[in-house]
């Protein structure tokens, strides 16, 4: 079983970065898709950015493309999200995910998940 730990949530304002981590317990390059899901108060789940099992292909929600970018150091096991352009929008639990054998965006056939991360815009 994975196990997946985020570092790097914070209080930002509005227009500001943000950068969470994740790292995971094994190797996971090539072998599972590597994603971040949100959830904001009141809201489901949602997914933000996965990379995909062939290291080239991400996806992203409409909602954070142009803002956000996901990527991978697989010789650390650790996948990243850089947040930029930040709004109040984006305030959530941001939580890291892996998957396999690829990449889905309903929460529900997620496999693992880390424990979240904390992203609060706010001014």
């Known amino acids: 079983e994975v196990q997946l730990v985020e570092s790097g949530g914070g209080l930002v304002q509005p227009g500001g970065s943000l950068r969470p981590s994740c790292v995971a317990s094994e190797n996971t390059d090539s072998s599972y898709c590597l994603g971040w899901f949100r959830q904001a108060p009141g809201k489901e789940r949602e997914w933000v950015a996965l990379f995909e099992i062939d290291d080239i292909t991400t996806y992203y929600a409409n909602s954070v493309k142009g803002r956000f970018t996901i990527s991978k150091d697989n010789a650390k096991n650790t996948v990243y999200l850089q947040m930029n352009s930040l709004k109040p929008d984006d305030t959530a639990t941001y939580y890291c995910?892996?998957?396999?054998?690829?990449?889905?965006?309903?929460?529900?056939?997620?496999?693992?998940w880390g424990q979240g991360t904390q992203v609060t815009v706010s001014s």
């Open positions: 995910t892996a998957r396999l054998p690829g990449c889905a965006f309903d929460p529900k056939v997620i496999y693992y």
